[in-house]
């Protein structure tokens, strides 16, 4: 019972980072229809901030609520980046090919690994002081560990807080309105450039506190954005591409996948969540929640 606990436990806290990453991915291509794979260099500069700032505000006396706290506030210190990045770079490319939309932003993320190269170099990077995050709850011969819990209450919040936004709010209509209809949505008086900017920079900080809630957990290195990448696209497919209820069921069920491999038999941890990429392509290209009509896009 214990055993099983801890894999549906591990798979829910990597489903939690997971979704924070594809979400993002979603929140772009849903309202701006570019497939942003900048995304996952977001998820690894949001780890080394949250290095950068472990080591400039956390010391020895530190709490844990304040160390998530710092954490948080690394991935958030971030936002600029969606400004600077859809202001200076994608405005020009929105009229272009799909092609060349991939490969801009494929462009994005060979030049954050380089900016990553400069300012933390090419080692990994550990956090400092995580011993602090590592408390557990005992429920008999269940261990729940605190920060786990923690980054999965976060996670769904976060979810809960977007679909809130999207459905109940008047910039949630307004994404809505210019995701449907661009030109319908500038015509009703909508701002649309404001909107492609503060749905970017959402998705920018979805992607850097994914980044900066993981690095407790892990080393923070080169290539990690790569990694994302492939694991946020494969959620997108399965759950259904511009679908924010499919990257939540999407990032359940690779985060349960990738927990039963490491558990099982870590060789198939790919091999396993792509298996069921081609079943989905195959039977429903469009995604468990997704529209066959954009599929058609």
Same mark, same amino acid.
């Given at each position: 019972?214990?055993?099983?606990?801890?894999?549906?436990?591990?798979?829910?806290?990597?489903?939690?980072?997971?979704?924070?990453? %594809?979400?993002?991915?979603?929140?772009?291509?849903?309202?701006?229809?570019?497939? @942003?794979?900048?995304?996952?260099?977001?998820?690894?500069?949001?780890?080394? %901030?949250?290095?950068?700032?472990?080591?400039?505000?956390?010391? #020895?006396?530190?709490?844990?609520?304040?160390?998530?706290?710092?954490?948080?506030?690394?991935?958030?210190?971030?936002?600029?980046?969606? #400004?600077?990045?859809?202001?200076?770079?994608?405005?020009?490319?929105?009229?272009?090919?799909?092609?060349?939309?991939?490969?801009?932003?494929?462009?994005?993320?060979?030049?954050?690994?380089?900016? *990553?190269?400069?300012?933390?170099?090419?080692?990994?990077?550990?956090?400092?002081?995580?011993?602090?995050?590592?408390?557990?709850?005992?429920?008999?011969?269940?261990? *729940?560990?605190?920060?786990?819990?923690?980054?999965?209450?976060?996670?769904?919040?976060? %979810?809960?807080?977007?679909?809130?936004?999207?459905? @109940?709010?008047?910039?949630?209509?307004?994404?809505?309105? $210019?995701?449907?209809?661009?030109?319908?949505?500038?015509?009703?008086?909508? @701002? $649309?450039?404001?909107?492609?900017?503060?749905?970017?920079?959402?998705?920018?900080?979805?992607? +850097?506190?994914?980044?900066?809630?993981?690095?407790?957990?892990?080393?923070?290195?080169?290539?990690?954005?790569?990694? %994302?990448?492939?694991?946020?696209?494969? $959620?997108?497919?399965?759950?259904?591409?511009?679908?924010?209820?499919?990257?939540?069921?999407?990032?359940? *069920?690779?985060?349960?996948?990738?927990? $039963?491999?490491?558990? +099982?038999?870590?060789?198939?941890?790919?091999?396993?969540?792509?298996?069921?990429?081609?079943?989905?392509?195959?039977?429903?290209?469009?995604?468990?929640?997704?529209?066959?009509?954009?599929?058609?896009?």
């Amino acid at each position: 019972m214990s055993a099983v606990f801890d894999i549906a436990f591990g798979g829910l806290f990597y489903a939690s980072i997971i979704f924070l990453i %594809a979400a993002g991915l979603q929140v772009v291509f849903g309202t701006q229809k570019i497939l @942003n794979l900048a995304c996952g260099s977001f998820y690894a500069l949001g780890a080394y %901030a949250g290095i950068s700032f472990i080591d400039w505000f956390v010391g #020895p006396g530190s709490s844990a609520p304040y160390f998530m706290l710092v954490l948080i506030a690394a991935g958030l210190s971030l936002f600029f980046l969606g #400004p600077v990045i859809e202001r200076g770079v994608l405005k020009f490319i929105y009229p272009r090919e799909e092609v060349f939309q991939l490969l801009a932003t494929f462009a994005l993320v060979l030049i954050f690994e380089d900016i *990553i190269k400069i300012f933390w170099g090419i080692y990994p990077r550990i956090a400092k002081g995580t011993a602090i995050v590592y408390q557990s709850i005992h429920i008999g011969e269940i261990v *729940i560990p605190l920060y786990h819990l923690f980054v999965i209450v976060c996670s769904f919040s976060i %979810a809960l807080i977007i679909g809130f936004v999207i459905k @109940n709010t008047k910039f949630g209509k307004m994404l809505r309105a $210019v995701a449907d209809d661009r030109e319908m949505a500038a015509a009703l008086g909508i @701002n $649309v450039t404001h909107v492609y900017l503060l749905s970017f920079t959402l998705g920018t900080v979805l992607g +850097t506190l994914g980044g900066s809630l993981i690095i407790p957990v892990t080393a923070a290195m080169l290539g990690m954005g790569i990694e %994302a990448i492939v694991l946020a696209f494969a $959620v997108v497919v399965i759950g259904g591409l511009g679908s924010m209820m499919g990257a939540f069921i999407g990032a359940i *069920i690779v985060g349960m996948l990738k927990a $039963v491999a490491l558990a +099982t038999f870590p060789e198939l941890e790919t091999f396993v969540i792509y298996l069921l990429v081609i079943i989905i392509l195959l039977i429903r290209p469009w995604g468990l929640f997704g529209r066959p009509e954009i599929e058609a896009r």
